[in-house]
């Protein structure tokens, strides 16, 4: 009972470290890429699409990033969706792709990018601390309900904080990388 409790709490922390990852990759840092479009929904006759089933994405270079709809009836779509998201973006339509310009980032926007990184940093340890709440009352209520002793919740706490510390600490590693990857001109 106790090993299935902190075998799910691994695996919950495991998914908010991951999903971490992946709001790092959505913040651009000097080179752009894919990714970042990863968040993006366009609205497709009435259903909201990512934008990753409506189309492919090419790196063009550092700071151009080309997009080529499946259905060019969904261009307008991708086209506004883009326009609208976080990414200060204004996409160009040819008729066939869009060609999204990325500028140069400025000293001042990779500040503004390294405090949002930091924010996803938080969400994601707050994330895993959760995790360790709902554990631990699991922990707690195994004990009250007199179906482990006192010893083996003691224990599986202690393996439920290292187990804690370990996903905290890979987030605070991305974040560090993450940075350094923001501050390289």
Do not use: W
């Not at 479009?37 to 990033?65: C, E, H, M, W």
């Amino acid at each position: 009972m106790i090993n299935e409790v902190l075998a799910e709490a691994d695996s919950k922390m495991d998914k908010s470290v991951e999903a971490t990852r992946e709001e790092f990759a959505g913040i651009r840092a000097g080179r752009v890429n894919p990714s970042m479009f990863n968040k993006i929904v366009a609205d497709y006759y009435g259903t909201p699409t990512p934008l990753q089933a409506l189309a492919s994405f090419t790196s063009q270079d550092a700071r151009t990033i080309l997009i080529s709809p499946f259905d060019i009836s969904a261009m307008p779509a991708i086209e506004k969706a883009v326009r609208e998201s976080d990414l200060g973006v204004n996409p160009s339509n040819d008729g066939k792709i869009l060609r999204c310009m990325f500028p140069e980032l400025t000293e001042e926007r990779r500040k503004d990018y390294i405090k949002l990184a930091r924010g996803k940093a938080e969400d994601g340890r707050v994330s895993v601390r959760n995790v360790r709440r709902t554990a631990k009352q699991a922990l707690e209520k195994m004990e009250k309900d007199g179906e482990v002793g006192k010893d083996d919740v003691t224990g599986a706490e202690k393996k439920l904080d290292a187990t804690t510390k370990k996903h905290t600490d890979a987030i605070d590693e991305m974040l560090k990388n993450k940075e350094a990857e923001l501050l390289e001109v």
